[in-house]
């Protein structure tokens, strides 16, 4: 090797001191340097010329060096977007696996017959640098080393290379205390149930996401607690589920990529709003109890079987659409049943996301019911449309609002019934209220009612119910929340003869 070689390889050395210098003086070499080395270098790349470097100059002050370093020893990597990144300050440990690999490819050198090329003043030069940083080399051999025994460990007892489980249990205490409805009073009866919920998310390609969820629960819901049997069902909260403490299969569906669209393929309890974004995520991920999925009249038509995608139109624009049909009748072959003769949607929504703080969506279905029932609550077959507005704006970074406001027109299969459908809400979300991580709630809304109804078919709506819910959630850790709320509907069951009712509910969950 000759004196010039070593002279770029000295110059180099004596560059790399110096960024180790600098990167010293920036922080401690501590081990999580050394796992934040691994974890880089791990995604870092061998080159075999200089010019692969895409932000390496000729007029660099250390260019020959690195050019020597790279086309003839070859121990020098770049990142993976193809830069060295020279001007970053690095850390000792960072400097002992970069010398490591050079002192490596020299054996190699002298291994294969090139002994002649070395001097003994270069071998000194070596041991010398060898000898200063034997501490680091011996700390990194010995993290590697550690880092690779625990990989072994958990590749041999991992749950599944495809699959991640996530977990969530609810306990609710919470009583229907005041209110009289058709003669039925509150029974001011406190209970306490609780809810199991296991999400299987499994990728096969890392861009798809196979989604089954495993539920078992007990809470009671607050639509019967009234005396003689009345039901109330402005009363139903969100997380509400009876399943015997028996795990069933609540959720079943496939997400996969084509191309700028994301298809959804579901068997059990596909959504609209599973596939399409929805404005009332800026309320926390709906975290409210009465209005926490949206809008019925656009994402409540029909859940079950089906299929859907979303497609990005530029940077503001979302298209999508999908079709849905109930799944306890999917499965079924017959009159009136099926995918296509049984309760169904056809779904479609266009998104408008100006920036990161407004959200802005329209919807529409065309729905059919086989057998009454159903939004509008009609007693024969009939089909329904339905549009909603639905908006989403962060006016702080503590503050956000959204609503919508929903109508339908239904008619009869069977007659010359009809009626008209009308709903609204409006929501406020107090992110970090008191202390970062809680969350604040206050929505008031009308519930869906039928109006202008001609015929027998569909019930009118004397009165609207109007909803106002108010809770505060307090994150006592990671995976830990209480949340109390208090929640107040007048004229329950659409008739304002009716006394308002009050519930009051206390959630914890536990996130896993």
């Known amino acids: 090797m000759s004196k010039t070689s070593w002279k770029s390889l000295l110059a180099a050395s004596a560059f790399l001191t110096a960024s180790a210098a600098a990167g010293v003086q920036a922080q401690e070499a501590t081990m999580a340097q050394v796992n934040q080395y691994a974890t880089e270098g791990a995604a870092m790349g061998q080159v075999t010329s200089v010019s692969q470097l895409r932000d390496v100059r000729p007029t660099d002050w250390a260019f020959q060096a690195l050019q020597s370093l790279v086309e003839r020893y070859g121990c020098i990597a770049g990142y993976p977007d193809g830069t060295y990144r020279g001007n970053r300050a690095m850390t000792r440990y960072e400097f002992a696996a970069g010398l490591n690999a050079c002192l490596d490819r020299v054996n190699e050198l002298i291994a294969s017959a090139t002994a002649d090329l070395v001097t003994q003043e270069d071998l000194a030069v070596l041991q010398r640098l060898q000898e200063e940083f034997q501490a680091e080399l011996a700390t990194l051999r010995g993290r590697v080393d550690a880092l690779e025994a625990r990989t072994s460990e958990l590749e041999a007892n991992q749950f599944s290379t495809t699959t991640r489980l996530a977990g969530e249990v609810v306990f609710d205490l919470g009583s229907a205390f005041d209110g009289e409805v058709a003669g039925g009073d509150a029974e001011d009866e406190v209970t306490f149930g609780s809810s199991a919920y296991l999400t299987l998310n499994t990728s096969f390609t890392g861009r798809d ?150 959200t802005v969506a329209g919807t529409y279905n065309r729905g059919y019911f086989s057998g009454g029932g159903g939004i509008a609550g009609g007693t024969e077959s009939y089909g329904i449309n339905t549009f909603g507005v639905n908006a989403g704006y962060q006016l702080a970074s503590k503050l956000t609002v959204d609503g919508w406001a929903g109508w339908g027109f239904a008619e009869s299969n069977d007659s010359d019934d009809d009626a008209d459908l009308f709903n609204w809400a409006v929501n406020l979300g107090f992110p970090d209220l008191f202390r970062e991580g809680n969350f604040g709630g206050l929505s008031v809304g009308g519930f869906t009612s039928n109006t202008d109804v001609s015929g027998t078919a569909f019930t009118e709506t004397d009165d609207t119910p109007i909803l106002a819910q108010a809770f505060y959630r307090l994150q006592l850790s990671d995976n830990i929340s209480v949340q109390p709320g208090i929640f107040y509907i007048a004229s329950p069951g659409g008739d304002d003869d009716n006394d308002n009712v009050w519930i009051g509910s206390l959630r914890t969950k536990f996130s896993f």
């Open 209 to 358: 996401l196979l989604t089954m969820d495993l539920l078992a629960a007990n809470i009671q819901s607050y639509t019967e607690r009234f005396e003689g049997g009345v039901v109330v069902p402005e009363a139903a909260v969100d997380y509400e589920d009876d399943t015997g403490n028996s795990f069933v299969l609540d959720n079943l569906w496939y997400n996969f990529p084509v191309g700028n669209a994301s298809v959804y393929v579901g068997t059990v309890d596909l959504e609209a709003d599973e596939i399409v974004p929805t404005t009332v995520s800026l309320m926390d991920d709906g975290i409210g109890d009465y209005f926490a999925n949206g809008n019925p009249l656009s994402y409540s038509i029909v859940d079950g079987a089906g299929a859907g995608f979303n497609y990005q139109l530029g940077n503001s624009l979302n298209v999508a659409a999908a079709y849905l049909a109930e799944e306890s009748e999917a499965s079924i072959t017959g009159n009136d049943n099926g995918l296509t003769g049984g309760d169904n949607t056809a779904f479609a929504q266009l998104t408008f996301t100006p920036g990161d703080r407004l």
